[in-house]
Each structure stands twice: as structure tokens, then as C-alpha cells.
């Protein structure tokens, strides 16, 4: 089946610690997304990447950083400086550039601190 | 960045009756809005997609009305059942392929 795979599903950071979140699809998506979910909060964007070698800060980029080095892979990398990293994390692709097309997500990284 | 406001609070109602969720927007232009569910510990699956010149936009038991005037998104269920359970997502089209997320409302259907 296509489809976004993230993994791990769950991840515990310990202080200091740089930890990196995988995002794979294979829809042959253009454009992918990083979104944070806190609850009572919407997804706010972090990065998001329209083609491959190529992405932009969200809302929220500040202690995150990604690569688009292959059109099926967007890892997010979850570094020491964002100091508030517990959340839900969730992973998306969008395939067509007509505007509103619709996102498809994976079942997303939950991330805590040791 | 300008916020989607979605019923904070959580909507109980009971098997069978329509479930009727609103979305408020803001001013950008041309509207576009999304809606979908989202289960606990899952990512959201997309529902419908409504556009500014449309009115209503219907799949089964799922309508979704847009009025410009208001600014205004509601989404309905109707007959609703146990399994129609979760958090529903309105999104807004904001440009350059980007959509910005209410917090969602929970519902929760009673048998």
C-alpha cells in the first residue's frame, strides 16, 4: 500500500541529546511536512520541503533542522536547543501543486525526555 | 500566523442524531478549507475539501457548508454512530502549499 511511515512511534530524548525522527513515503510525493501537535493545540508547521534538495522554516523551526536528500525520505532531527520537545510528531506529503490539495500523514513519532 | 478557531469544547451527542462541528477562518484569499479526523495516536486522514465558490460539498454522511459572509466552515454528520468518535480538524489553504490547523473538537457519539 502508498503511504507515510514514520518511526520510530515512540522516543525518549535524554538531556542534551540530538534524536532524529524518519519520514518515508512512497507516493512519489513533491512536497513534504514536519508538523508538531501539542495537546488542545492545532499542528503547527516546523519545516516543510517542496523538492527534493530544497525546504523552508515553518512556525516553529528553532531547535529542529531536516534534509530532503531523496524525494521519499524528509528526517527531522530534533536537536538540544529546542528545549521543549515533548509532543507528538507528524509527518506529511502533499502530491500535486494545484492549491488545497489534500495531505497525507503517517501515524506520527510521540517524543518525551528521560 | 492568523489561527483557524474550532468548538474548543468536545461534542457529546447520541447515536443516530447529526453532529454539526464549526470551523471560523480568516480573511485569506481565496478561501480553501479541509477537513479531517483524527484518532487518538494516529495522524489525520483528510475527509472533504470545500472552495470558496462552493457552497456545500457532500461524501455519505459527511456535508460540509462554507459561508463567506460569516467567515464560517460547519461540518456535519449525520446518523452519526459510535465509530464517527474522534477529533475532527479544520485547515485552511494559506498559499505557497502550506495549510494552517485548528486544534480540532471531539466528538463523541453515545449509542
Known amino acids: 500500500d502508498g503511504g507515510i511511515t514514520q518511526s520510530p512511534k515512540y522516543l525518549f530524548r535524554k538531556e542534551g541529546q540530538n534524536v532524529t525522527l524518519s519520514c518515508e513515503q512512497n507516493?512519489?510525493?513533491?512536497?513534504m511536512y514536519w508538523y508538531r501537535q501539542d495537546p488542545g493545540q492545532g499542528l503547527r508547521l516546523i519545516y516543510y520541503?517542496?523538492?527534493?534538495?530544497?525546504?523552508q522554516k515553518g512556525d516553529i523551526a528553532e531547535g529542529y533542522s531536516v534534509s530532503r536528500e531523496k524525494k521519499e525520505s524528509f528526517p527531522l532531527t530534533v536537536t538540544s536547543a529546542q528545549k521543549n520537545p515533548t509532543a507528538f510528531y507528524l509527518c506529511?506529503?502533499?502530491?500535486?501543486?494545484?492549491?488545497?490539495?489534500?495531505?497525507?500523514f503517517g501515524d506520527g513519532t510521540r517524543l518525551s525526555i528521560l | 500566523s492568523q489561527k483557524i478557531e474550532q468548538n474548543s469544547e468536545a461534542l457529546n451527542i447520541q447515536e443516530g442524531k447529526t453532529a454539526t462541528l464549526t470551523c471560523n477562518y480568516t480573511?485569506?484569499?481565496?478561501?480553501?478549507l479541509q477537513w479531517y479526523r483524527q484518532d487518538p495516536g494516529r495522524g489525520p486522514v483528510f475527509l472533504l475539501l470545500?472552495?470558496?465558490?462552493?457552497k456545500e460539498k457532500r461524501k455519505e454522511r459527511l456535508k460540509v457548508t462554507f459561508d463567506t459572509t460569516l467567515k464560517q466552515s460547519l461540518f456535519h454528520i449525520t446518523a452519526s454512530q459510535p465509530a464517527d468518535s474522534a477529533t475532527y480538524l479544520c485547515?485552511?489553504?494559506?498559499?505557497?502549499?502550506?495549510?494552517?490547523f485548528g486544534a480540532g473538537t471531539i466528538l463523541r457519539v453515545k449509542s
Open positions: 506529511a506529503s502533499m502530491g500535486d501543486r494545484e492549491p488545497n490539495q489534500p495531505q497525507h
Open positions: 507516493l512519489n510525493h513533491d512536497a
Open positions: 520541503s517542496q523538492i527534493v534538495n530544497d525546504f
Open positions: 480573511n485569506y484569499s481565496p478561501a480553501y
Open positions: 470545500i472552495r470558496e465558490n462552493e
Open positions: 485547515a485552511e489553504y494559506r498559499g505557497g502549499n502550506k495549510l494552517v
